[in-house]
């Protein structure tokens, strides 16, 4: 069974930085490209940006190039989501999603992760 | 960035009902298209893949199609267990972007 689930949520104060992680099993790890998107509370889903299988291409939406960092550990089934500068804007449930080829693509959903930014 | 306008934003339907939930694009994106369906607190569930292909264990009252830009997603005869929000995705050009959703409610 394919599962995904995220952790490291929670409340961080604004200007912080916050790192989740997806540990994904039921599945080679290794074979698929993974991806995260978010939704803000009572918003539509944004597409946050994606990594390939050896991590040697990372590609994320313009506007939150500059303040996250997706990265992946093979070995250890994760797949991680580096938040800084984080600002009110930021507070949404975070999902990382399998983002294997199209027949695959975005087939598989983590149950979601909140992050709240405030003080 | 490619803009997924979706409409309706919302809509209440009756039981049995056809129900047609439309995306246009911006840009062409041939059929790189996916729609999701989200129930309150759970995580999207995607429904139809490549604009047209019935994901697997979804009912077969559910179906995609493509006129053009327009990109629907049609129930044709809807059930209570159909209430929730609908995302399209496309995925043919970087960054990947979704629609605003639609919530469907039963009346």
Known sequence: EVKLVESGGGLVQPGRSLKLSCAASGFNFNDYWMGWVRQAPGKGLEWIGEINKDSSTINYTPSLKDKFTISRDNAQNTLYLQMSKLGSEDTAIYYCAREGPYWELFDYWGQGVMVTVSS | DIQMTQSPSSM???????????????????????????????????????????????????????????????????????MADYHCLQYKQYPLTFGSGTKLEIK
Not at chain 2, 48 to 59: D, K, M
């Open chain 2, 12 to 82: 209440s339907a009756s039981l049995g009902d056809r129900v047609t939930i439309t995306c246009q694009a911006s840009q062409d994106i041939g059929n790189n298209l996916i729609w999701f369906q989200q129930k309150p607190g759970k995580s999207p569930r995607r429904m139809i893949y490549y604009a047209t292909n019935l994901a697997n264990g979804v009912p077969s009252r559910f179906s995609g199609s493509r006129s053009g830009s327009d990109y629907s997603l049609t129930i044709i005869s809807l059930e209570s267990e159909d």
